[in-house]
């Protein structure tokens, strides 16, 4: 009976019905010792009177859940800045871990990370330099900051630096200050590449990016470390290139292959090999995503690659959506599945039945283009649980279907049912004491309040 009140729990702690003052009874639950349910913690649009209560919480790890919240307000999290806990103020200073590809999360004010910056324990300042979610401009700023980490830090906004700058920054004081700059210096300076060649710890690095004097080229390519690295280069002379095309190394004659400057014959005569599930990682596609030009010749090329690294823009306009989705590529189809907007219901329901599980769920429900009219017709009889769960999307679907369909032998289909609230009352009653459904029939918007109330009563939440 514990471990099916327990489930019940979560599920009405992530129920979207789910009233300000149950709410408010559950953020304060202790949870037998692990704290609140997640859900609550992590809600989108939470009130104030929750806000207020979670950041006088006094379980440190449900302050570190609502600073590590995607659904939080910055604003709501930035007022954990003065939390007496570092592991809460590091967690803060990080962010949100997990985000859908469709979804960004929003930064924290710059003046909250500055004082992030400056907080006194080291590892809340080291997790604010690691956080993936500082703006370029607040990155931009640190090159003048005391501490050698964030000067360090500084060295990833390069380009948005003015010259004097990152001369100061090239002239640190600190060692590996000087090497992080240089090692993005390097790419408009032949001499700093020489420098850095002797540096291992930066070899490929260098040998990727670095401009490059001709005999320090010549010289690389005849010792072939790092030869895959190297043959990226964007300052390798012509001949070099053309000698490492037919490499006897595959994994150099592909990177070979994905040079920009490669018009789609000379790219397409090169004897490359790309892994059946390879998922595309092209530097100048990635960096030109928003790039008209460089969509159109990527989506374009016949090289995998290059057509699975702008799979995953969003800007892609719709002929090159519609031809990239005629490449019977299926790596292509689920980065369109996951990252573009408008990726025909055809492609999404091939990615759908590809992958099946916690992807394709996660698809169905929040994909703008997944269908839902017709599901039921479909669907609600296909021989593949995977498909039946998706009679419950549609919304001519029936009370006595999705009832049906709540019995179903497959336990996605029967989650997807409970959770609907077409269900009738007296089987979501039922449900909520089948350990495998309780969360799911505790998650349903149609779930009446009185019986939430009932189920935080038994699970021992104080009232």
């Given at each position: ?75 709501q999290r930035a007022r954990l800045v003065d939390d007496p806990s570092p ?312 009370p006595t279907l999705i009832e049906r369909l709540s019995h179903d032998p ?54």
């Open positions: 009976m514990v471990a099916f009140h327990a489930s019940a729990l979560d599920g009405v702690a992530r129920n979207p019905a789910l009233s300000t003052p149950l709410l408010l009874r559950l953020l304060a639950f202790d949870g037998g010792g692990d704290g609140p349910p997640r859900h609550a913690l992590q809600r989108a649009g939470l009130p104030e009177p929750a806000v207020a209560v979670i950041l006088a919480h006094p379980d440190p790890g449900a302050r570190i859940d609502f600073a590590m919240s995607p659904r939080a307000e910055p604003a592991k809460v103020r590091a967690a803060l200073a990080y962010g949100p871990e997990w985000r859908t590809p469709r979804t960004t999360v929003a930064p924290l004010p710059d003046d909250v990370c500055a004082r992030l910056l400056d907080d006194p324990d080291p590892s809340v300042r080291a997790a604010l330099l690691d956080s993936p979610h500082l703006v370029p401009s607040f990155v931009a700023s640190l090159a003048t900051h005391r501490d050698p980490a964030a000067r360090r830090s500084a060295a990833r906004a390069w380009e948005k630096l003015p010259p004097g700058v990152r001369s100061a920054l090239l002239a640190d004081p600190d060692p590996e200050v000087r090497r992080v700059a240089t090692l993005r210096e390097c790419r408009r300076d032949a001499r700093l590449t020489a420098e850095l060649l002797h540096d291992p710890t930066s070899a490929a690095e260098v040998l990727r990016r670095g401009l490059f004097h001709r005999a320090d080229a010549e010289r690389c390519v005849a010792e072939r470390t790092h030869l895959a690295a190297l043959a990226e280069n964007p300052s390798l002379p012509t001949d070099l290139v053309e000698r490492l095309a037919v490499d006897p190394d595959e994994s150099v004659r592909l990177a070979v292959s994905l040079r920009p400057e490669l018009d789609e014959t000379r790219r397409m005569s090169i004897d490359f090999t790309v892994e059946a599930f390879a998922r595309g990682d092209v530097g100048w596609v990635r960096d030109g995503l928003a790039d008209p030009e460089v969509l159109r010749r990527a989506a374009t090329s016949a090289h995998p690659l290059l057509r699975r690294t702008v799979a995953q823009s969003p800007h892609l306009p719709p002929d090159l959506i519609r031809l990239l989705a005629r490449t019977e590529d299926p790596v292509v189809e689920d980065l369109l599945g996951m990252y573009h907007p408008d990726t025909p219901e055809e492609v999404l329901m091939r990615v759908y039945a590809r992958l099946g599980g916690t992807f394709s769920a996660w698809m169905a429900e929040t994909h703008p283009r997944f269908p839902r009219e017709g599901l039921a017709a479909r669907y609600a009889d296909h021989p593949d649980g995977n498909y039946r769960r998706l009679a419950v999307r549609d919304p001519a679907a029936t497959a336990v996605w289909t029967c989650q997807a049912a409970v959770g609907d609230p077409r269900l009738p009352l007296h089987r979501l009653r039922e449900a909520l004491h089948v350990p495998e459904l309780a969360s799911s029939a505790g998650a349903n918007p149609a779930f009446p309040e009185d019986e939430m109330a009932a189920v935080l009563d038994r699970a021992g939440v104080p009232a």
